[in-house]
């Protein structure tokens, strides 16, 4: 069964303190894993699609890597603006489509 | 440009009420979806349309129905609904189904 598990459930950072979220994948084939950021009572925005092991994908202070087994999300001098839960998800080749989510990641950055 | 749009921001109904969600894109997207979330939960798949087909029901409760009436609209009509169906409804839109999903920003919906 595909199963995603995104760590830490939350995480606080100073302003300027880099940190790393994790998003570790059981899936029988990937056919994309997605990193979204979603504000409290708002849909998901899109941020980054990854295909295959060893890709990588920048935007602002965001990097996104992937590996056979777990993605990360690489946040560099992290923001107040940046605070927001962030959702891992994949979809598999044998999943009709369907996207498996984690159950996210609450980050809090201080000023 | 990535936009869905969704309306209303904010629904409150009663349990013998009858009200519709709607979702709309214009990016040319032929897949569809609408998702239900609950507070500190991630997202669940509720109904996938693709080329205006409904491809897949996650077996959702009849009092919940959805309509693709073409290519760029989606509705959800609600009907009988029950206080635990208050959730943020998301409905997002992708090229195609394995292609990236792109939300919209959600209806709140209160069952009273």
């Known amino acids: 069964e595909d199963q995603v598990t995104q760590s830490p459930e939350a995480l606080r950072l100073q302003e300027g303190e880099s940190s790393s979220l994790n998003c570790s994948y059981t899936?029988?084939?990937?056919?994309?894993l997605f990193w979204y950021r979603q504000d409290p009572g708002k849909g998901p925005e899109f941020l980054f699609t990854?295909?295959?092991a060893g890709e990588e994908k920048e935007k602002e202070r965001l990097k996104a890597t992937l590996t056979k087994k777990e993605s990360f999300l690489h946040i560099t001098a992290p923001k107040p603006e940046d605070s927001a839960t962030y959702l891992c998800?994949?979809?598999?080749?044998?999943?009709?489509?369907?996207?498996?989510f984690g159950s996210g990641t609450r980050l809090l950055v201080r000023p | 440009d990535t936009e869905v749009t969704q309306t209303p921001k904010h629904l409150v109904m009663g349990m013998t009420n009858k009200k519709s969600l709607k979702c709309e894109q214009h990016?040319?997207?032929?897949?569809m979806y609408w998702y239900k979330q609950k507070a500190k939960k991630p997202p669940e798949l509720m109904f996938v349309?693709?080329?205006?087909?409904?491809?897949i029901n996650e077996s959702v409760p009849s009092r919940f129905s959805p309509e693709c009436p073409n290519s760029s609209l989606l509705n959800l009509h609600l009907h009988a609904l029950q206080p635990e169906d208050s959730a943020l409804y998301l409905c997002?839109?992708?090229?195609?189904?394995?292609?990236?999903?792109?939300f919209g920003p959600g209806t709140r919906l209160l069952v009273l």
């Open positions: 349309y693709s080329y205006e087909k409904l491809s």
């Open positions: 997002a839109s992708s090229q195609g189904r394995q292609e990236t999903q792109y």
């Open positions: 998800a994949v979809q598999g080749v044998d999943s009709s489509y369907k996207l498996i």
């Open positions: 990016m040319g997207h032929r897949a």
């Open positions: 990854l295909y295959s």
């Open positions: 899936v029988s084939g990937l056919r994309g």
